[in-house]
């Protein structure tokens, strides 16, 4: 059966630091990620997805990143966090010839 | 670009009774998937109930079920002898030709004893 881990589950880190949350799903190959963003309250906003390696698109602009250097390994990244980075990620994933995703367990990141 | 929405920000029910959520969502594409998830205070998100737009039979999975109505644009979820850990936040998702799913803002369910 295939599972999805994300770390760390909880992150609190002071304005202007760097930033890298792991993603990894196993039991499945080239399987289509996701990184969403929740605010407290709120609906998910869609920040990246990746249907292969080193193929990263982009949702919204902004000091985020994510990379893909394995098939099933994807890595949200930030040089310098912003107070409006703080908020609960959710990686996600689904095959090709699935339609759902499966989400992983999040990490709740506080910037302070 | 499509758009879902959840008109009910917040919805309340007494347990073991019938509570529905409502769905709509705009879209030009004819062949698409719709989801219900639920996000309980752990904030895990897990899929409930999963649509296909060519289906016309409503999906049903234990207490939980559809009432899709392609032509409205409509997409209910009706939860039935609702239990206390169906307290939770509920997403309706719609997903067309791209990768990518596209959620309404949430409802939250409120499961009185």
């Known amino acids: 059966s295939q599972t999805i881990h994300q770390w760390p589950a909880t992150l609190v880190q002071p304005v202007g630091s760097p930033l890298s949350l792991e993603c990894t799903v196993e039991g499945t190959s080239n399987p289509n990620l996701y990184w969403y963003r929740q605010a407290a309250g709120r609906g998910l906003q869609l920040l990246f997805y990746s249907v292969g390696i080193g193929q990263i698109s982009s949702e919204v602009p902004q000091n985020l990143s994510a990379s893909r250097p394995q098939d099933r390994q994807f890595i949200l990244s930030s040089k310098k966090l912003l107070l409006s980075d703080s908020g609960f990620y959710l990686c996600a994933w689904t095959r090709d010839s699935s339609h759902e995703q499966y989400f992983g367990p999040g990490t709740r990141l506080t910037v302070t | 670009a499509q758009t879902v929405t959840q008109s009910q920000p917040e919805m309340s029910v007494q347990e073991a009774e019938t509570v529905t959520l409502s769905c709509t969502y705009d879209t030009s594409e004819s062949d698409y998937y719709l989801f219900w998830y639920k996000q309980p205070p752990s904030r895990q998100m897990i899929l409930v109930i999963r649509?296909?737009?060519?289906?016309?039979q409503n999906a049903t999975e234990n207490r939980f079920s559809v009432n899709f109505q392609k032509a409205a644009k409509s997409f209910s979820l009706k939860i039935s002898d609702s239990q206390l850990g169906d307290a939770a936040m509920y997403f309706c998702?719609?997903?067309?030709?791209?990768?990518?799913?596209?959620f309404g803002k949430g409802t939250k369910l409120t499961v009185n004893p």
């Open positions: 998702a719609f997903r067309g030709g791209s990768e990518k799913l596209v």
């Open positions: 649509q296909e737009a060519y289906k016309q």
